[in-house]
Structures are given as C-alpha cells and as structure tokens.
C-alpha cells in the first residue's frame, strides 16, 4: 500500500459505521428520554437532542481532522498530548465548576468540557508510546513503574473532582498490560482483591474493628477465619512441601494474609473517610444492604422496571411510558440503556450489546495486524476503556454494578464524552491506514 493512497481506502470501515451507527442510535434515544410525551423538534437547539446533534456534527468533524493528519504527528505529539491533559486536570480543580458534586467541567457560557474525557486518548497514548520503546520488557520493574504512574496520575487527579468511575475506566487498563507481558499473577491478585473489596463491603468493617479493639460487626468473624486458615497452612506446610521451599511458602503465606487486612482497613477507611454518604448508599444498595434510606434505590429500582417492561420487542419509539415521565434521573446520559429497554425490548438491546462486542472485537483485530508496536498497544488501551464503559454503564442499568456516572460510549448524552470517544477510536483508524509504513 502506498501512502500516496487515498485516505478513504485505507481506513477500516466496519468501525467507522458502527461508530456512526451508535451516535445515531444516541440521537433517537436521546429525544425519547428527553421530550416526554411531546412531538420531538430534532433541530431545536436549546432542545437536549438539537445540542447532542450538533455535538454529532462537531465529533464527524474531528474525527475528518483526525483522519487527514499524518499518524507520527500523534506518536511525536504523545508526551505533549499527556501533558497537556495532566495541567488540565490540574487546572479543572482550581477553576472549574461543579456539577453533580464534580469539580469536572471547564464552563464556557452554554458549554461545559469535561477534560477527563479527553485525558483518557492523552493516556493511552503515553501509555502505547513508553511500552513500544521497551522492547515487550514490561516485565521490567523499571518499565511497570513507569506505566502504572502514567495511568496512576491521572486518576488520581480525577479521583480529587471526585469522578470514582472515570478512576474505574483508567483500572481497565491493565488488560493492555497483561497483553504486553504482565504476570497473569497480577489478574488473580486483582481478583483477590475484588474478593476482600465484596468481604469488607458486606461484613462493614475491617481487621482493626477486631473484638478487642472495640468489633461491633460480623467482620470479626472473618478475619479470624482467615487467621485459623493461615496458622493452619503454618503448620501444614512441613507435611506437604519439600523442605527447601517450606520457608518460602510461609513467607507467602504471611505475605498475603498482612496484605488481605491491610487492604481490608483501607477500603474501610476510604469507606468511612473519603467517599460522600450518597455514595457510600450506592455501594450499599448494590449489595443489598439495608441503609435507612427508603429512596436509596430509586435509580436501579426504576432502572430495572423500565428495561424489564420492555418485553421482548419493547413499546416502540416514543411510547414508553417510564421514559417519557422521566421516572429514571439522567436517563439521557447515565442510564441511556434503560431507554433501549424499555422502547426496544430485549431484541433491541441484545442487538445493541452485540454491536457493542462487534466493536470490541474489530479494534482487537485491528490491534493484532499491527507491524507497530505503538499502534497495536494503543488499540488494546482503546478497547480496554470502551469495554470498561460499557461493561459498568450496562451493569449499573441491570443492578450489578454501583450507580457511579458514567456514559455509554457514542449513545449517551454529552459533547465531552463524544468528541472524546471519537478522537480516542479516530486516532486509531489513521494509525491503522498506515499500518505498512508504521514500524515504530
């Protein structure tokens, strides 16, 4: 392939209609969700779908910008790019407004920018750019340090609007990792402490509520089972292991157990300190706990009952009645998939859930048949944020994930989050096109 070749030829189409196809499927669920049980004016622009059309039209336009511009003008930008979006970070915290308990919006009269969206294409990239110059050395504890800061500072930043789920999508980044060499170990270490996460959740407390110390809940309980359990693998250790491994064994032993209660008291103590009480009922709710609060699962309540209602071919567009009443909040943005729901049936939203595989899939294919090293890690790191906005919004909808804002990528309302999107996926398809000439 030359490069003198038009650009139309060598972008990949299927990912460029179902981009397209989302934002479509976003306007027409977006006037449902927002006109009520009134006529939609498409083009009206102080209208929620006449401001997300116009917001389509800016997205198509940047991801033409995008495509135009040459692939190594992204590789050589990176550190800049990063850069830039770690001072805007900075700067949101200063001087931005807030909405919905979120110092995360720059205000520019009617127009609010959100720079959180865009920082995630600034990471990726810095993220593709420092593992392609590490030779696949990113078991290299230098190179993994140096990885994990990129993503950590950031969403440490972003932790301080406070914006939890954004924080989660910069998580999702450790399948780009794992494919670049991480140590599956750190997968099941990850596993593990989702599982102490779910245990201090439910049980309310941590080691250092232990009876002695004052324990007022079951957590007690728990935490000397794992103690018998770690004495006793103490003991047995002699029984089944050679000896020359026997003290390495009891060190891993003591390892993970000082690990597990550590960890267990942090996230008590974020529980208790950090997180705000409407969080914290969110987190609660999930699991079924009782928190005092009758409406504190009004969201995922409705939430549930207008997918549900939707039966198998749903009540066609404009005729739901729980998305026309507004009975869910922000069901424009966070809770879009409740529209499809209800107003499209199971039909619909099983479709929407296999394009939204079809994509996932198409990048990982796009990803592979890479000759460079940046491009193919910078497709796992696109596919890994799509896959962690949608696997949470979906899941929030459903009840199986907390109530942490966050929008379905392409289909939700809001500029930031589409223009950011389709610059993240835009750059993507123009290092592909160049895929027989890139070789950084």
């Known amino acids: 392939m030359r490069r003198s070749a038009p650009i139309l030829q060598r972008i990949d189409w299927l990912t460029s209609g179902l981009m397209i196809t989302f934002m479509a499927l976003g306007l027409f669920n977006i006037a449902s969700a927002t006109s009520g049980a009134e006529a939609v004016d498409w083009f009206a622009l102080d209208s929620k779908v006449g401001k997300q ?109 406070p914006d939890a789920g954004t924080v989660l999508v910069f998580g999702g980044l450790i399948f780009a990792f794992y494919r670049e060499g991480l140590s599956g170990n750190v997968l099941i270490a990850v596993f593990c402490a989702l599982l102490i996460l779910i245990a201090t959740i439910l049980t309310g407390a941590s080691f250092f509520d232990y009876p002695l110390l004052g324990m007022q809940s079951s957590i007690g309980w728990l935490w000397m089972i794992l103690t018998a359990l770690g004495i006793l693998i103490w003991q047995l250790v002699p029984g089944w292991v050679v000896p020359r491994n026997r003290k390495r064994v009891r060190r891993a032993t003591i390892i993970c157990l000082a690990s597990t209660l550590v960890f267990s008291a942090g996230i008590h103590s974020s529980l208790e300190g950090v ?58 943005t966070d809770f879009i998939f409740c529209t499809i729901g209800e107003e499209w049936g199971f039909a619909g939203s099983a479709l929407t859930v296999f394009l939204y595989t079809l994509l996932l899939l198409r990048i990982l294919v796009i990803a592979e048949r890479q000759r460079s090293d940046f491009t193919r890690i910078y497709g796992y790191a696109v596919a890994s944020i799509l896959f962690m906005h949608f696997l949470i919004n979906v899941g929030m909808v459903l009840g199986l994930a907390p109530v942490i804002g966050i929008p379905l990528p392409f289909v939700s309302a809001g500029g930031s989050s589409l223009v950011g999107f389709t610059l993240l996926v835009s750059i993507l398809l123009r290092l592909d096109a160049e895929r027989s000439y890139i070789l950084r």
């Open 53 to 161: 059309f116009i917001w389509v039209l800016i997205a198509l336009g940047v991801a033409a910008i995008t495509l135009i511009v040459e692939g190594e003008f992204f590789i050589r930008t990176t550190v800049i790019h990063y850069t830039v979006n770690v001072l805007l970070l900075l700067a949101v915290l200063v001087i931005g407004k807030t909405v919905g308990g979120a110092k995360s919006w720059f205000g520019f009269g009617s127009v609010s920018l959100q720079p959180s969206e865009f920082a995630k294409t600034g990471t990726a990239l810095m993220l593709a750019w420092l593992l392609s110059r590490s030779d696949g050395k990113i078991r290299n504890a230098k190179v993994l340090v140096q990885s994990v800061l990129i993503v950590c500072i950031p969403a440490a930043l972003i932790m301080l609007q």
């Open 275 to 332: 997180l705000k009480p409407h969080q914290k009922e969110r987190i609660y709710v999930l699991f079924g706990m009782d928190v005092g609060n009758p409406d504190a699962d009004y969201n995922i309540r409705h939430a549930k009952a207008a997918v549900s209602s939707g039966g198998l071919t749903g009540k066609g567009f404009l005729h739901g009645p729980m998305t026309a009443y507004g009975f869910v909040p922000e069901q424009e």
